[in-house]
Structure formats: structure tokens, C-alpha cells
């Protein structure tokens, strides 16, 4: 898996309207359409799978 990078502030604006707290995840891709990202919290935990969650832009 690639290394997530800090949220932009056009994509913490993204995370706010999902419902989500921009410090507690990273993105990891940036396309068009959407942008996936990654929890902080998950990524810590080596026995279990990151979670993932996919915004539509």
C-alpha cells in the first residue's frame, strides 16, 4: 500500500462534508472523480486491515 499524505485544504473541506475528522486520516489517492483515504488509527494496528473509505468529490 502506498504512504498516505496529509489532506489539502480543498480535501479536509471534502472529509468536514462526509462526516469525517480531517486529522485522523490521510489520502492515499486523488483522482478525478474521488479520493480515497486511509485511517491514521488503522494504520497503527499491524493485525488488522487498514481501513479504507472512498469520497465522491
Known amino acids: 500500500m ?3 499524505k ?4 480543498e480535501q ?3 472529509l468536514k462534508e462526509a ?3 480531517p ?12 479520493i480515497e483515504v486511509v ?4 494504520l497503527s494496528d499491524a493485525t488488522k486491515k487498514p481501513k479504507i473509505r472512498k469520497i465522491i468529490k
Open 23 to 34: 486529522e485522523n486520516w490521510l489520502v492515499i489517492k486523488n483522482m478525478e472523480d474521488h
Open 39 to 42: 485511517s491514521k488509527k488503522s
Open 12 to 14: 479536509k473541506m471534502m
Open 2 to 4: 502506498k504512504h498516505g
Open 6 to 9: 496529509k489532506p489539502t485544504r
Open 19 to 21: 462526516g469525517l475528522v
